[in-house]
T-cell receptor, first 111, second 119 residues
């Protein structure tokens, strides 16, 4: 069965700084990979996804992620953090129609 | 386009009581999912429906949890009796169609969730 590990339950950055949220996965078959964002008292919203093709994926709100098969990683980045990026971020892996989520990383953005 | 609707948004009950949650997926979405999200954890799939049939309920605690999607549209998740450890946010999601995707991914759209507190 596949699994997801998000390194760091809490990440704090200053406004304008680089955002890097780490995600490693395990899967016995080529996976689909996702990043979701969850704002307080709201459901999950898809930021971006990797299915096939280009390994550098661009999503909404200026986020992007790169699928690195050799490292089994799918880290999420944003060049310049904004206060509105403060939220919980979840990495997820899907293979054989089975979806597994990581434990989440809470991003705090300091003024 | 209306999103996934869930009600109630919040529910507080005492242990051993019963509770039910309702979900109305996006119109035309054949697949419906119920997830349990315990504080500090990622969502965990409880049950997945394809139209009104169950596709996966391997992680549903069937001794106390039940779910139905009788007409292949909206769905109800019930807990009877509730335990303290059932305190969580219950998320409903829907996607267009898994069977017709040919293995391609159909995006899941999530509702706002129901926050359950069991005292």
């Amino acid at each position: 069965a596949q699994s997801v590990t998000q390194l760091g339950s809490h990440v704090s950055v200053s406004e304008g700084a680089l955002v890097l949220l780490r995600c490693n996965y395990s899967s016995s078959v080529p996976p689909y990979l996702f990043w979701y964002v969850q704002y307080p008292n709201q459901g999950l919203q898809l930021l971006l996804k990797y299915t096939t093709g280009a390994t550098l994926v661009k999503g909404i709100n200026g986020f992007e992620a790169e699928f690195k098969k050799s490292e089994t990683s799918f880290h999420l980045t944003k060049p310049s953090a904004h206060m509105s990026d403060a939220a919980e971020y979840f990495c997820a892996v899907r293979s054989n129609n089975d979806m597994r989520f990581g434990a989440g990383t809470r991003l705090t953005v300091k003024p | 386009e209306a999103g996934v609707a869930q009600s109630p948004r919040y529910k507080i009950i005492e242990k051993r009581q019963s509770v039910a949650f309702w979900c109305n997926p996006i119109s035309g979405h054949a697949t419906l999912y119920w997830y349990q999200q315990i504080l500090g954890q990622g969502p965990k799939l409880l049950i997945q429906f394809q139209n009104n049939g169950v596709v996966d309920d391997s992680q549903l605690p069937k001794d106390r949890f039940s779910a139905e999607r009788l007409k292949g549209v909206d769905s109800t998740l019930k807990i009877q009796p509730a335990k303290l450890e059932d305190s969580a946010v219950y998320l409903c999601a829907s996607s267009l169609d898994r069977a017709a995707s040919g293995g391609l991914y159909n995006e899941q759209f999530f509702g706002p969730g129901t926050r359950l507190t069991v005292l």
